[in-house]
């Protein structure tokens, strides 16, 4: 009976799982992450990025990501699994990275030497060290430029799912066509990471699949296609250097004799990567139309399966394509984990005493709002970063961690609006998703049942499901995506977190306050005093929940 494996190169950890399939039991035999800052310390990362004098800069070394991957090739072959079972592996990676590859870069891909680890055998293979990641908000110039050769922001994201942002590749590909015109010049091929990753265990080109193709700003979702329009506007030159798109469950080929001889692994399919959201869409199990998950990771994500693209109006949301085949919408805020991180350091609080902080006090916070913007942010966009605090003492510690949880859910329900989903059930997923009292605010925000998952990393296991899904596939066989995900990537019916109807409709009134909060802080509305007023008239102050 097969094996599969699913690996996730996230912001800060690399993980794997493997799945053993059978007609009657699907079990998951093996997991294990790294995380790379303590792993890799030679690399220099912190939270897995490199430190740089300007925040709107954020870059990571891909020579860190391959030897990752090396590391845990290693676990894998340690592991005592009969890895001859190991059918197929996919991958999972952090959206819209860019790797710049020179021509010679098959050629070092398949002639690694199995005596030594992949990440200083790739460094001339590469035409620039590092890769702008998804928190890189460096490219505001760029995005407007590629905005106004394509027609307009209705334009851009009626043909690509989402009008320009910063961290998408295209205007981050133009950014470096103008500030790196060398690097550029002895650019071959543009990969992103999960291509890039796929294409070092095949030894040869991987494709990009139409999940991640749609987190550039330059393919037509509509053909899954590159859009000629976007791709000259970004670089010249730049329809030569891309790699084509191939639809998810592509097999790219076997894995190469290096990955093999170096940890005795067989030849197993090959099956293109996609990124991080389009994964965890298959991880939380959501094939159909109508539930939504929430990933509460280093950016916190709200989606769910479209089956067609309706276009965020209001330019906050994006459509991906789905591995499916379908579509994706999705909302992402970069003050995910690095804010919760921030407001438990200042107060110097183990997540034990975040919580208890959470538990102790009232609901609502008594209209006291913290806009947790530590970082830049993307919905809303803000490129300044600061947390902004109305009626909030910055230095009253359970007032902080009520406000960074309140805050970040009721941003995710306001701006998730768009995708017209009426939300009933939220599968919840990544690593705060283990605190039930963050996934009590979630259920009474959004007056929504939350349900877990045993696996913590949904976009792994998405990735080991559809590495599963393709071999079948590949085999001649057919398989329902329902019955993919059937028995592995659902919900624990004991988990459920019921919402409390009288929080939810307190909840309805702080939305209020939080937009009001929100414009004034982008400078689009007046002070929120009124606002606050209000909220306190019309609701007496609630108990606490732990009370
Ligand atoms: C999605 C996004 C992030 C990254 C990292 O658009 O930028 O969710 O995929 O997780």
């Known amino acids: 009976m097969p094996l599969y494996l699913g690996l996730d190169c996230s912001t800060q950890s690399l993980t794997a799982c493997v799945l053993d399939i059978d007609e009657h039991r699907r079990d998951i035999v093996f997991q294990s992450s790294l995380q790379f800052d303590e792993a890799l310390p030679a690399y220099g990362t912190r939270h897995g990025v490199l430190p740089h004098a300007d925040p709107s800069v954020v870059r990571s070394p891909p020579c860190m990501w391959a030897d990752a991957l090396d590391l845990m090739m290693a676990r894998l072959a340690r592991s005592g699994l009969d890895l001859d079972r190991l059918a197929a592996m996919s991958g999972s990676a952090q959206q819209h990275g860019s790797v710049y590859c020179c021509a010679s870069a098959d050629r070092a891909w398949r002639n690694l030497d199995v005596r030594q680890s992949p990440g200083e055998q790739l460094a001339d293979s590469l035409a620039r060290p590092v890769s702008p990641v998804w928190l890189d908000s460096s490219t505001s110039r760029e995005c407007a430029e590629l905005t106004a050769a394509v027609g307009g922001s209705d334009a851009l994201a009626q043909t690509t799912g989402s009008r320009a942002f910063e961290r998408f590749t295209g205007p981050q590909i133009r950014k470096v066509f103008k500030t790196e015109p060398a690097a550029y010049a002895s650019t071959d091929r543009i ?15 991987a494709p990009i699949d139409p999940g991640d193709g749609s987190g550039m700003n330059l393919m037509d979702l509509a053909t899954n296609e590159w859009w000629p329009p976007a791709v000259e506007a970004s670089a010249p030159g730049l329809a030569a250097k891309l790699p084509p798109i191939s639809p998810s469950s592509t097999i790219v080929g076997t894995l190469s004799a290096y990955w093999q001889r170096r940890h005795g692994l067989p030849p197993s399919r090959i ?7 389009p994964c965890s869409l298959i991880g939380t199990g959501l094939v159909r139309e109508g539930n939504v998950a929430i ?13 067609e693209p309706r276009v965020d109006a209001g330019g906050t949301g994006h459509v991906f394509g789905a591995p499916t085949g379908e579509f994706m919408g999705l909302t992402c805020f970069s003050n995910g984990s690095l804010a919760r991180e921030r407001v438990r350091d200042a107060f110097g609080l183990t ?13 609502g916070n008594d209209g006291r709002i913290l806009l947790p913007w530590f970082e830049p942010e993307i919905t809303p966009a803000v490129a300044h970063p600061g947390a902004r ?7 009253d510690a359970a007032g902080n961690v009520r406000g960074v949880v309140e805050a970040q859910q009721l941003a995710l329900a306001r701006h998730s609006q768009w995708m017209g989903v ?3 059930t939220i599968h919840a997923t990544g690593g705060a998703a283990a605190n039930r009292v963050i996934l009590q605010v979630m259920a009474d925000v959004f007056g929504a049942d939350v349900y877990q998952f045993d696996v913590g990393n949904t976009a792994c296991l ?4 559809r590495a599963f899904h393709a071999d079948v596939i590949a085999a001649g066989g057919s398989i329902e995506w329902a019955d993919v995900v059937r028995g592995m990537a659902e919900p624990v019916a004991a988990t459920r977190i019921r919402p409390d ?8 009134e702080l939305m209020r306050v939080h937009a009001a909060c929100e414009s004034h802080a982008l400078g689009r509305g007046g002070e929120p005093g009124e606002a606050i007023q209000r909220f306190r008239q019309r609701t007496p102050s609630s108990k606490s929940t732990t009370s």
């Open 191 to 205: 990969h992103l990471i999960s291509s890039f990753l796929a294409s070092l265990l095949a030894g040869h080109h």
């Open 271 to 277: 099956v293109a990567w996609s990124g991080d959201n």
């Open 295 to 307: 990933s509460l990771g280093t950016s916190d994500t709200i989606f769910g399966l479209m089956r």
């Open 351 to 363: 997540w034990r005493q975040f919580s208890d902080a959470l538990g102790a006090t009232a609901p």
């Open 389 to 395: 605090r109305y009626g909030l003492d910055a230095g």
């Open 422 to 424: 009426d939300v009933r």
């Open 462 to 465: 998405g990735a080991a499901l």
């Open 501 to 508: 109807p009288d929080r939810h409709a307190m909840y309805n």
